[in-house]
């Protein structure tokens, strides 16, 4: 099973410890020896997401969306990105430079066209730009790939 994340960074740290949790369930529904995570790894549920499925056994492939989008992700971030990078066992790249919008959610585009479903860390709001995770979940739902939004009950951004 590939299965896919997208989701919304910067999160508080409680609603971040429940993301987690959420992530773990869900993971934990898949078999090891089948599952293909596929993320971006950002910061936030994209790298918490690889984590979590290379704990489970699972392995795990990166849609890089820019050459330059290592260098536009925070800096305390950067030794995980790095890691996670190194374990993957394939890697796409949207031949992009620029870490933009655009180049956000090219990646992403082409994150949903390799899995089967999509996990979303998604408060139902519209995204806040361009390329967003509720743009995302929109090409999805579109394509036809099923969407399973996880959101703390209650939580905010």
């Not at 997208?6 to 020896?33: I, S």
């Not at 860390?121 to 390329?131: K, L, N, S, T």
């Amino acid at each position: 099973m590939r299965v896919g994340i997208t989701g919304h960074r910067g999160l508080n740290n409680d609603v971040e410890t429940q993301v987690r949790a959420l992530l773990a369930d869900a993971v934990k529904k898949y078999d090891p020896a089948d599952l293909v995570g596929v993320s971006c790894i950002a910061d936030g549920p994209d790298s918490w997401f690889a984590e979590t499925v290379l704990a489970h056994g699972g392995r795990i492939e990166v849609v890089v969306p820019a050459t330059e989008y290592r260098q536009s992700l925070p800096a305390q971030h950067h030794a995980t990105y790095d890691e996670l990078l190194r374990q993957a066992c394939d890697v796409h790249e949207t031949g992009m430079t620029t870490s933009d919008s655009q180049a956000h959610m090219t990646g992403s585009e082409i994150l949903v066209g390799l899995v089967d479903e999509l996990l979303a860390v998604w408060d139902g709001q519209p995204a806040r730009g361009y390329g967003g995770t509720a743009d995302v979940v929109t090409y999805a739902q579109r394509h036809g790939t099923p969407v399973h939004i996880l959101w703390p009950h209650g939580a905010t951004r």
